[in-house]
């Protein structure tokens, strides 16, 4: 079959394996604006909303806004919002198209576009995945950054923002001068508390603009936490080329996934909400015990295999969990100081839940590459790293394998340095800063430790005093930056690790 590019008028002509939207897309009418268009959206929210259309039909179609890079319009704008979502399982392959998304918007030169959509009366949710610094929040208090240069921008020129919380509390303005009717606002971002943090950086916005609009937000709107879960690494050319082989089309907007999926709601909404609990998703009263779940265990292993991963060489999250001292490593980080920290999880056995997530990183063809799962570390080791590490020292408990990680962080970007060669490419917030400390201190790990422990936005300055944090720190910052990075982890991962902090390893 060699049926062309993925449209509307393709649909029929699908092959009978290829899963097709189950209901009338021609009678689809806009009720969610999503903001962050990428591939987790299209793997996650969108797919459990055509679900939703196909048990209950109702005005839930997805309408998609992009304010940064990529644009829409040349992808899923050219197949009127359709695209294959591959489910891949080792060699298997599992494709569908989803037909949830009936319009796209590209709003990246100016705001406008998205205002207009997002201010809608027809909008009756809002749901975003902008990523951890989309929020411009302090990551170690949550607050809103009042420096973020963009939030500055905003403040100064609150009708052309171009900040996400100043493109909402805008879009909210407008709602509250038009038709005023109510809006949800539901993070899908992998942040804890993500509902309490979009609700702070919103309302602080708008109080710094008006006493008026901030009084009308908390009467008309609501700010839900969400737990979101399911691996969806960028899409390769050889995922698009998967499709054309194997279906015969074309789609330029191919994203793939695995099988598990996971979405935890908040059951507090302003005006209707799309029962996405009919398909799936749980709606509960406290999404705080599956947020320290998911990302302490899932998550927590990922960030540590992604900077454990690039030190010991490996490109991908299958193969640095293949190696069987990563492997070991992470099992015994997660089941003896993550676990102990969790709040007890309705319906969930931990030990369980770790070997389940264990088990999800070794899928050969999720190639999701370390290099990826460590962009912007500076705002995930706070909840992934730094909070476990945190209740561990307030119990007395040991953190001698959590801190490795977090050691690991500092030794990737510092890696990334001048003064260390520039090994890889990094994309952080605080790239500069600490490629900065290390250009100037070199290679002593107890001053390059002291500086970026320093930074008070990623470590809370009493964790940071805490002498017990630091020596790890900066022990596992010695071994992490010598010849032989694995050898450090092999001597922790060996047994008592207390002795390390004695006899740290020599700096290369």
Not at 30 to 51: K, L, M, S, W
Not at 189 to 198: A, F, M, R, V, Y
Not at 395 to 413: D, E, H, Q
Not at 483 to 508: E, H, I, Y
Request: charged residues 20%; neutral net charge.
């Amino acid at each position: 079959m060699s049926a062309g590019n993925l449209s509307p008028a393709l649909l029929d002509r699908l092959p009978p394996e290829v899963r097709k939207p189950a209901y009338d897309r021609a009678a689809l009418k806009p009720g969610i604006a999503h903001v962050g268009v990428g591939a987790f959206h299209r793997c996650h929210q969108a797919e459990y909303t055509d679900d939703l259309l196909a048990k209950d039909f109702d005005r839930w179609g997805l309408v998609g806004v992009n304010i940064r890079p990529p644009l829409l319009a040349e992808t899923l704008g050219r197949q009127s919002g359709l695209y294959t979502r591959l489910i891949r399982q080792n060699d298997e392959v599992e494709a569908r198209v989803i037909g949830s998304i009936v319009r796209v918007i590209d709003s990246q030169d100016t705001a406008a576009p998205a205002l207009e959509m997002l201010a809608a009366p027809e909008i009756e949710m809002v749901t975003m995945t902008v990523t951890e610094k989309g929020y411009c929040h302090i990551p170690s208090s949550g607050a809103l950054d009042l420096d973020h240069p963009d939030i500055v921008h905003d403040l100064a020129n609150p009708e052309t923002p171009r900040s996400v919380p100043g493109i909402l509390a805008r879009a909210l303005e407008l709602r509250m001068a038009s038709h005023g009717r109510p809006v949800t606002l539901l993070s899908c971002d992998n942040i804890p508390t993500n509902g309490i943090i979009l609700g702070n950086v919103v309302r602080t916005f708008a109080e710094r603009r008006s006493g008026k609009l901030a009084d009308w937000i908390e009467a008309n709107t609501a700010f839900p936490s969400a737990m979101v879960d399911r691996i969806a690494p960028a899409t390769t050319e050889a995922d698009i080329e998967t499709v054309k082989k194997r279906f015969g089309y074309r789609d330029a907007a191919v994203v793939v996934g695995e099988r598990f999926r996971q979405w935890v709601i908040e059951n507090r909404f302003a005006g209707r909400v799309p029962r996405w609990d009919l398909v799936g998703a749980a709606f509960v009263d406290d999404v705080t015990p599956f947020e320290h779940l998911k990302m302490r265990v899932l998550n927590g292993a990922q960030t540590t295999l992604s900077y454990l991963g690039v030190l010991g060489g490996f490109e991908h999250t299958f193969e640095a969990i293949a190696a069987p001292l990563l492997a070991r490593f992470v099992r015994r980080m997660l089941t003896e100081e993550t676990l102990p920290t969790l709040m007890p999880v309705p319906g969930i056995a931990p030990a369980a839940y770790v070997e389940q997530s264990l088990s999800r990183l070794t899928n050969t063809a999720i190639r999701h590459r370390n290099h990826q799962i460590a962009t912007d570390g500076s705002q995930k080791i706070v909840q992934r790293l730094l909070n476990p590490i945190r209740d561990r020292l307030t119990k007395g408990g040991s953190i001698a394998l959590l801190s490795v990680p977090v050691a690991g962080w500092m030794a990737y970007l510092i890696k990334a340095s001048a003064r260390f060669g520039r090994a890889w490419q990094v994309s952080d917030p605080f790239a500069e800063k600490i490629a900065a400390i290390a250009d100037r201190i070199g290679a002593d790990s107890e001053a390059l430790s002291d500086s970026i422990l320093a930074i008070d936005a990623i470590f809370d300055p009493s964790l940071a005093a805490d002498p017990t944090f630091r020596a790890y720190i900066v022990a596992g910052l010695d071994g992490l930056l010598s010849n032989d990075p694995m050898g450090f982890v092999g001597q922790v991962c060996a047994g008592p690790t207390d002795a390390r902090l004695k006899q740290p390893a020599r700096s290369a």
